[in-house]
């Protein structure tokens, strides 16, 4: 194999002069894809729980909505959805709004929140119908026992079924928390330096493929162990008796 190994690559200035290496370049991609995750992520958990309980609330209309909600951002591509997101979207906004997004912010904060939002939006549904599982698993008598405490059915879902459900789709939930990180690489197509991306910027300056992406893997393979870990905990506090694995 004729190819030239060089891991010294990544202790090397910066070819674009910014005083910077190009492990610094990765760390800085790091840096994104996991503040871009972590606040997408809190955007899909509040708008998914929200979302999963009109689901399964009895008026007819509400859970009509949150139906069509989730078959709309679940069936459209998320490549799609965040072209229509970055593109599409700000070109409909009223003027002042459109022009206050396109010419007052920054590149880099446009993309940034257009591919918060995008990732928001397109897990959120994918945590509805984990919320609505959860819910849907519980006993009806739980339901009725809120109500017959004099709670009324918001209260209910708040203080009685809403907490249960939790414990029991922590599971599927840490699925989805590992997946925003890896779907946040396809936000590197409106141009937004992440981790995916700074290693693809890394190889047109070095020209070494290898090792660029190997330390690509590396960091996501970092990211999925803490995540693990700490929803291992999660899991394990609020595991309840008899219940998914519950001892």
């Known amino acids: 194999m004729s190819y030239q190994w060089n891991w010294g690559v990544f202790l090397t200035p910066a070819a674009a002069g910014d005083g910077s290496t190009y492990l610094g370049w990765m760390l800085s991609g790091?840096?994104?894809?996991?503040?871009?995750?972590?606040s997408a992520w809190v955007m899909a958990l509040a708008l998914g729980s929200l979302i999963g309980v009109l689901r399964t609330v009895p008026n007819r209309w509400l859970s009509a909505i949150a139906a069509g909600y989730v078959e709309l951002f679940?069936?459209?591509p998320l490549l799609v959805q965040l072209f229509i997101w970055y593109f599409v979207l700000p070109e409909l906004l009223p003027v002042k709004l459109g022009t206050w997004f396109k010419q007052d912010l920054d590149p880099v904060t446009q993309q940034f929140l257009s591919a918060m939002v995008c990732l928001g939006f397109f897990t959120s549904a994918r945590v509805c119908e984990q919320v609505r599982s959860g819910i849907n698993a519980l006993p009806q008598g739980q339901k009725n026992a809120g109500l017959a405490l004099g709670f009324t059915l918001p209260q209910t879902y708040r203080h009685v079924l809403l907490p249960m459900a939790f414990r029991l789709v922590v599971p599927p939930l840490t699925s989805e928390f590992l997946n925003i990180f890896k779907n946040s690489a396809v936000c590197s197509t409106i141009g937004l330096l992440e981790?995916?991306?700074?290693?693809?910027?890394?190889?047109?300056?070095?020209?070494?493929?290898?090792?660029?992406?190997?330390?690509?893997?590396?960091?996501?393979?970092?990211?999925?162990?803490?995540?693990m870990s700490l929803m291992r905990v999660v899991e394990n506090r609020t595991r309840v008796p008899g219940y998914l694995g519950g001892k």
């Open 74 to 76: 679940r069936n459209i």
């Open 30 to 38: 790091l840096q994104v894809t996991v503040a871009l995750s972590l």
């Open 195 to 227: 981790l995916a991306a700074q290693g693809r910027q890394l190889v047109d300056y070095t020209a070494q493929p290898y090792e660029s992406f190997i330390a690509v893997t590396v960091f996501y393979l970092l990211i999925n162990v803490v995540v």
